[in-house]
């Protein structure tokens, strides 16, 4: 389905620099293996390591947000994004949705695969594939009227047939779980992420909820000064948020770290920071 998609072809040269054994992975594998494509792979990945995989010809890749935000692949054919919001992305890139149980990506920029729905049953994503897992290994999957649901938040935009997403884009807002409900205001942490890594005071940031007794929730940052010697301050990060969003997405706690740690894929573990 993707290929079909993405027309690609046995003489697209693919990089693989995220870990086969998650799906993103294992998706460039098994396109590459599915079309004959040559596969590079990558031993780490900096500024050279993207440079010299390009210049021996290396065209596509599938990269998590992290890496995309880090190093430039300004001059790659093709780059697959995973978890991404498709608004923030370079020409050359297209965002990914899905799920290890999906077999991975499903919907890319917003429009689902061909064979795929996708409906949404009060804000909550739920998607139908050939491609969904049979089980678990010690446990049943789940379904509801044979559809998946994904723990996501998403909506719809443009025409949809009922619930379902029909000739619309699907936008995925993130883990329901990940929501902040502060003072009965919603706010995604990804939002406040994306502002706060504007300031030129950080260098990188994770945003989480934290309970309060008051407030339900507070919005709480995790920064990475670019400089030890001039840490931001909650007042200044604050009125840098309210400039461009509600002024309850503004953190009300900030812990300066001196950095975020990060599995394999990218995604904060906020046990190590807790």
């Excluded at 000739?167 to 502002?195: A, C, F, M, S, Y």
């Amino acid at each position: 389905m993707a290929a079909e998609r993405l027309a690609l072809t046995s003489l697209d040269h693919w990089w693989l620099c995220i870990p086969a054994a998650h799906i993103g992975g294992f998706g460039v594998l098994s396109r590459a293996m599915l079309l004959g494509s040559r596969v590079s792979f990558a031993h780490h990945v900096d500024d050279a390591s993207v440079t010299r995989a390009r210049a021996s010809g290396a065209s596509h890749t599938s990269v998590v947000p992290t890496l995309l935000s880090r190093y430039s692949f300004a001059e790659w054919k093709l780059v697959l994004v995973g978890a991404a919001r498709s608004g923030s992305l370079p020409p050359n890139a297209i965002s990914t949705y899905g799920l290890t149980e999906t077999c991975g990506g499903v919907v890319y920029n917003g429009i689902a695969l061909r064979g795929v729905d996708v409906r949404l049953t009060n804000g909550r994503i739920f998607v139908r594939t050939p491609s969904l897992a049979r089980t678990y290994r010690h446990a049943p999957l789940v379904l509801v009227d044979g559809w998946f649901d994904t723990g996501d938040v998403g909506t719809f935009d443009g025409p949809q047939q009922g619930d379902m997403l029909g000739d619309g884009v699907l936008r995925v807002e993130g883990r329901g779980d990940d929501l902040i409900i502060t003072g009965g205001n919603k706010v995604w942490p990804h939002i406040v992420e994306q502002r706060l890594r504007e300031h030129p005071l950080v260098a990188d940031v994770v945003v989480r909820g934290v309970p309060d007794h008051e407030w339900g929730s507070l919005v709480a940052a995790w920064i990475v000064p670019t400089a030890k010697d001039r840490p931001p301050t909650l007042e200044v990060l604050r009125a840098h948020v309210k400039e461009t969003l509600a002024a309850y997405c503004a953190p009300q706690r900030i812990t300066l770290t001196e950095s975020i740690p990060r599995s394999a894929l990218g995604k904060p573990l906020m046990s190590e920071l807790s």
